[in-house]
Nanobody, 113 residues
Framework: QVQLVESGGGLVQAGGSLRLSCVGSGILFSIYTMAWYRQAPGKERERVAY???????NYADAVKGRFTISRDNAKNTVYLQMNNLKTEDTAVYYC???????WGQGTQVTVSS
């Protein structure tokens, strides 16, 4: 059974930083492209970034230059470093192995002005 546990969210002022972590189990973590998604209140879930098995990354335009996705396969963990946070980044953030239907419980990020 796939389990994904996100952590690292919290309340931060605009311009601040947070680092999210997602630990996966029950899958061969290293072969999956891992993605971060977010869902703001009243909005659809959107993909923020992904990183493939060899470290190639991709970002949504809204976060380019501010967010960095990385992974540590030895720890079955994917990270999302978020800098220069904006109020519009407020959302619940989820990680997901792409090509699967598995989701974690998410971690809340709230950015205040």
């Amino acid at each position: 059974q796939v389990q994904l546990v996100e952590s690292g969210g919290g309340l931060v002022q605009a311009g601040g930083s947070l680092r999210l972590s997602c630990v996966g189990s029950g899958i061969l973590f290293s072969i999956y492209t891992m993605a971060w998604y977010r869902q703001a209140p009243g909005k659809e879930r959107e993909r923020v970034a992904y990183i493939n098995s060899v470290g190639i990354t991709n970002y949504a335009d809204a976060v380019k230059g501010r967010f960095t996705i990385s992974r540590d396969n030895a720890k079955n963990t994917v990270y999302l470093q978020m800098n220069n946070l904006k109020t519009e980044d407020t959302a619940v953030y989820y990680c997901k192995p792409m090509g699967t239907s598995s989701w974690g419980q998410g971690t809340q990020v709230t950015v205040s002005s």
